[in-house]
């Protein structure tokens, strides 16, 4: 099994809101990230948790923060939002704590920010 | 750095025949290098991998090359078939910290023609 899921699939926010994208993996993979995808263009790293513990923030704006409950759960908290960060984001997961190898990719979250 | 170039933003193939992707890196510190396809609205899935022990790894119709003095990889694909349809990312690793993370090729839109 190589699923990871990601809730809601679709989610529209006000500038003003808070709202929280969540992300499972039962495959017991040891690395969590999050990627923010726009049209057309390839998947970009924000942020890599290794064995719960932040380890790359691709120094992402503070309006997103990222959380590590536990091994199977990765949430991406956000707050005041601006219409540019409308986009595709992905959650993914690799066995390798270090990130080197596959990373299995959630189906997405499909943000759009007003 | 790593910079991951895919210069065919679209490719175009009759169903049967062969596709050829290719993609471009710049840093070879580390070898192993992934492929996904992604459809419309869902998540990248992981294709192939290859490592720098070997120079073609193989899938059943998927097949990757890696040429390490050019650093230049290629994913053919054969017979391609209509569900090939979809974009195609190559991706290189970088080392950040100890910790690595994939750098996204810009991707290459396949079109299978029946």
């Known amino acids: 099994d190589t699923e990871v899921t990601q809730t809601p699939k679709h989610l529209v926010m006000g500038m003003t809101n808070k709202k929280s994208l969540k992300c499972e993996q039962h495959m017991g993979h040891r690395a969590m990230y999050w990627y923010k995808q726009k049209a057309k263009k390839p998947p970009e790293l924000m942020f890599v948790?290794?064995?719960?513990?932040?380890?790359i923030n691709e120094s992402v704006p503070s309006r997103f923060s990222p959380e590590c409950p536990n091994s199977s759960l990765l949430n991406l908290h956000l707050h005041a939002l601006q219409p540019e960060d409308s986009a595709l984001y992905l959650c993914?997961?690799?066995?390798?704590?270090?990130?080197?190898?596959?990373?299995?990719f959630g189906p997405g979250t499909r943000l759009t920010v007003t | 750095d790593q910079q991951v170039k895919q210069n065919s933003p679209s490719l175009s193939v009759q169903e049967g025949r062969i596709s050829i992707l290719n993609c471009d890196y710049t840093?070879?510190?580390?070898?192993?290098f992934l492929w996904y396809k992604k459809y419309p609205a869902e998540g990248p899935t992981f294709l192939i991998s290859i490592s720098s022990i070997k120079d073609k790894n193989e899938d059943g119709r998927f097949t990757v090359f890696l040429n390490k003095s050019a650093k230049h990889l290629s994913l053919h694909i054969v017979p391609s078939q209509p569900g090939d349809s979809a974009v195609y990312f190559c991706?290189?690793?970088?080392?950040?910290?100890?910790?690595?993370?994939?750098?996204f090729g810009t991707g290459t839109r396949l079109k299978v023609l029946a």
């Open positions: 993914a997961s690799s066995q390798s704590d270090r990130g080197l190898g596959e990373q299995y």
């Open positions: 948790y290794s064995y719960e513990k932040l380890s």
């Open positions: 991706a290189a690793p970088i080392s950040t910290s100890g910790t690595y993370k994939y750098i």
């Open positions: 840093n070879s510190m580390f070898d192993y």
